[in-house]
């Protein structure tokens, strides 16, 4: 699953500071990009187009991939008669896995063009029937080759390795045969495997109608800064929310928070059935809990999932319930709400960052994984060749993500505003885009595809090495206060803000595996109670902020957000190696990203350099964070 983020005139002025004392490196190129202000109710004919993704490597026009779509569709029947054929041997096992990874890959390309032409402008109706065609050819994919896993796990083990030795073509499958027998106790006959494929597209309805909601959804214009009526929409509430002006982002949140709560009724049937939808296929394949099924999809322990959320509440009261006292002092207010933990604590410091020097910027802190890296990354920085979508528009979904079909070049989707943040998107979303590319360059396509739990660590790893060159040169104590508090805010927003998310998606799948509902009041209610313990007796909860659960679209991902979090903590400990010096640890982790998909991602992690099955990892995050809060309060004192 790919999951799947420029103002300071004159555009070619040089060195145009990002923060107080900060300056861009000297080396860095010039750039002859057109001057664009964002705005999130822009049309998309407005984006300049340098600025908009070219489509054209994945299929050179609508037309092109509907006769890619037909051939795919006319395909489908060629899966039939391998059934009853498996165990005759290794030729024929190779035939059949050849024709089901072939369409699949050919499937994945259309997926990736059809969601990423919607994500652009989800008004279009065109648009979205594509996505949905797209769903509904998966799932009858799906359900053509349903009998393939039953069929080959009929066979002894020994068997199916023999015959993986024995037969150079069958090398590439070996890991997924190797994963599909671990999983041998929770695949289903073939008749079974078939009526759970079937149900595809109904699995993937709540998602589809959770972001039908959402553009459904029009919100309450709000006053700016500069006294302007303007659009509040999805994709410009974090701007609104992260405002300087208290009144601006106080508005902003209560409008944009009441009006979700105006939909909660839509918004919890959606949520509701795709919780349901996750534990129709737990218990389908005999999983103690929708939980268990989602770890294991990626061969990791529970005792994972359930450390984290142990050691993020154990360290709950020395790190971010401090840290909502320490927030409460610097700004001088009375109460810390929701709507004060998205300004920045040291507002003098910051400073707009235009796109053109946000890329200087990513491209001079990731030089430590040298040149061949740097030269892809300079390839898709450049939006002129098309790899990036930069700026938001009317109908645009909120958010970034990067995605890729297999060895074409990957595409970053942003809604760059020309924030600090936003240089973060940027590298964030280009670790994935690299990641995709050096698997996808040293693997063959059934091991090219990282899972999400190690696709995190190759984004939030290239945020550490940004941070890490912006520290060391910035310049006065207001600059380094700027972005000691960004470190700060990448470990609350990571990892306990994703850790948080993945106990309410603990709590509301009990409470349906436990025979309870989810209304939105109930929804609200969890929601509520772990914001509260999270973040302390200093913080305040204001009538509607329960309701945001309704705003995160990741909880239609099946416990994927705890992910976000071991990856951060996991890129902590890599990002050190390699900036230490340590003998290896560059080469180890280009290693990690070549890897893809071809190991369990414990082990490949494990190479890398890091054991998350053993406290010490994550421990070591609570500390850092605790840390940088004690330099943030002796600079401050």
Known sequence: MAIHDVRCNPWLAAGCALAAGLMAPADAAAQDWPVYSPRGDAKRSDVPEAYRWDLGHLFGSIEAWEESFAQVEGRLPEVGPCRGTLASGAEAVQRCLDLVYGIRQSLYRLAVFADADYSTDRTLPAAKVRTDRVQALMTRFGEAAAFIEPELLAMDPEVLRGFVKATPGLAQYAHTIEDLIRRRPHVLSPDQERILALTGDLRAAPSFVHAAIEEDVKFPPVIDEDGKEVALTMSSFPRFRGSGNRD?????????????????????????????????????????????????????????????????????????????????????????????????????????????????????????????????????????????????????????????????????????????????????????????????????????????????????????????????????????????????????????????????????????????????????????????????????????????????????????????????????????????????ATQRYLDFLAAGGSDWPIDTLKRAGVDLTTPEAMQATFDLFAATLDEIDRLTR
């Open 248 to 584: 601006v982002r106080r508005d902003a949140v209560a409008k944009f928070f009441g009006t979700l709560r105006s939909f909660g009724r839509s918004f919890a049937a959606s949520l509701d059935m795709a919780v349901k939808s996750d534990i129709l296929e737990a218990r389908a394949r005999g999983y103690g809990s929708a939980l268990e099924a989602s770890v294991d999809a990626n061969a990791v322990p529970v005792s994972v999932f359930e450390s984290l959320i142990a050691a993020t509440r154990a360290n709950l009261p020395r790190t971010l319930h401090r840290y909502v006292e320490l927030r409460q002092r610097l700004m001088g207010i009375d109460q810390v709400h929701y709507y004060d933990l998205y300004t920045p604590m040291f507002p003098s410091a910051t400073r707009e960052a235009p796109y053109g020097e946000a890329v200087k910027l990513v491209q001079a802190s990731l030089k430590p994984l040298g040149k061949e890296y740097g030269r892809v990354l300079a390839e898709g920085l450049d939006p002129r060749n098309g790899w990036v979508d930069a700026y938001p528009n009317a109908g645009k979904r909120s958010g970034a993500y990067c995605n890729a079909a297999y060895r074409l070049h990957p595409i970053v989707f942003l809604n760059h505003m020309d924030r600090l943040e936003d240089v973060f998107t940027l590298t964030h979303e280009f670790g994935h885009a690299l990641h995709f590319h050096l698997a996808a360059q040293a693997q063959a396509f059934p091991n090219a595809d990282a899972p999400i739990f190690l696709a995190e660590i190759a984004s939030t790893f290239n945020e550490e090495l940004l941070l890490d060159m912006l520290l060391k040169q910035a310049k006065g104590k207001e600059a380094r206060l700027a972005l000691l508090n960004k470190r700060v805010e990448n470990i609350r927003t990571t990892v306990f803000r994703q850790v948080l998310f993945a106990e309410f998606e603990r709590a509301i799948h009990a409470e349906v595996e436990g025979g309870g509902a989810l209304t939105a009041e109930r929804l609200a209610e969890i929601y509520e109670g772990l914001v509260r313990d999270y973040y302390g007796p200093g913080f305040v909860v204001g009538p509607d902020d329960g309701y945001e659960w309704a705003y995160i679209p990741h909880f239609y991902y099946n416990f994927y957000v705890y992910q976000y979090a071991t990856g951060l903590i996991s890129s902590i400990a890599l990002s050190r190696k390699v900036l230490s010096g340590e003998k290896g």
